[in-house]
């Protein structure tokens, strides 16, 4: 039975920058003659990303990370692979392997049409309201659920007064909702642990939760270690 690869599609910076996160299985890359080093096309096509050594190809297959499971995991445009704006998080995809390439079949809904969906106008910076004596008097919103005490209070207040919201969450909290959201985490130590079969950090860990629950550059997931 072939290992599945996922697939992952989010934005960076102010929204005008996406980008689809692909990771493949080592066997599977192993099964296609794909190897670390090796340059390599990805592009939607026929309802998947064909996934093929290419001479001419822009990307390098990077290593296979972690212990249980190795993965290939690599990063282009979606304007480069074919697909639409719109976030995912990172979900598994029926694999396919045929000679000298991989397929990652990818939902009719998420691949781009002739036709682009005409990019939103960048959002006007939020104005920084000025300062007075009653700023030392704010207070986080009764409705967060703190994690991390005075440290998540901090950054709760600092964020009101730039017109931001930020959600502190604990580890234990975050690697609640990856798992309800169908992610597989083991913790491998105080700031390292497994996702997928896949190390990850808790820098990781934090925007893995972010893209769970839809947050944004003005809505931030903030991890408040204990």
């Not at 003659?33 to 290419?54: E, N, W, Y």
């Not at 919103?141 to 998540?152: E, F």
């Amino acid at each position: 039975m072939v290992e599945q690869g996922t697939l992952a599609i989010t934005a960076r910076g102010d929204g005008s920058r996406w980008y689809g996160r692909i990771s493949i299985p080592e066997s599977s890359a192993r099964a296609a003659g794909l190897f670390p080093g090796t340059k390599i096309s990805a592009r939607c096509s026929d309802g998947a990303i064909q996934i093929r050594a290419d001479e001419q190809g822009r990307i390098r297959l990077p290593p296979a990370r972690g212990k249980l499971c190795p993965r290939h995991a690599f990063e282009a445009a979606t304007s480069t692979l074919g697909l639409k704006e719109v976030p995912l998080a990172q979900t598994p995809s029926t694999t396919e392997i045929s000679e000298g390439q991989i397929r990652i079949l990818v939902p009719h809904e998420l691949i781009a049409g002739i036709n682009r969906v005409k990019r939103k106008p960048r959002r006007e910076p939020v104005r920084v309201p000025a300062r007075n004596d009653d700023d030392d008097d704010v207070t986080p919103p009764k409705s967060v659920k703190l994690a991390g005490g005075g440290a998540a209070e901090a950054l709760v207040t600092e964020a009101k007064r730039a017109g931001k919201n930020v959600r502190p969450l604990s580890i234990e909290r975050a690697i609640e909702i990856l798992t309800s959201s169908g992610y597989v985490v083991s913790r491998l130590g105080p700031r390292l642990f497994n996702v997928n079969g896949e190390s990850a950090s808790v820098s990781d860990i934090a925007e893995m939760t972010a893209r769970a629950v839809g947050a944004s550059d003005h809505d931030r997931v903030v991890i408040v270690l204990n």
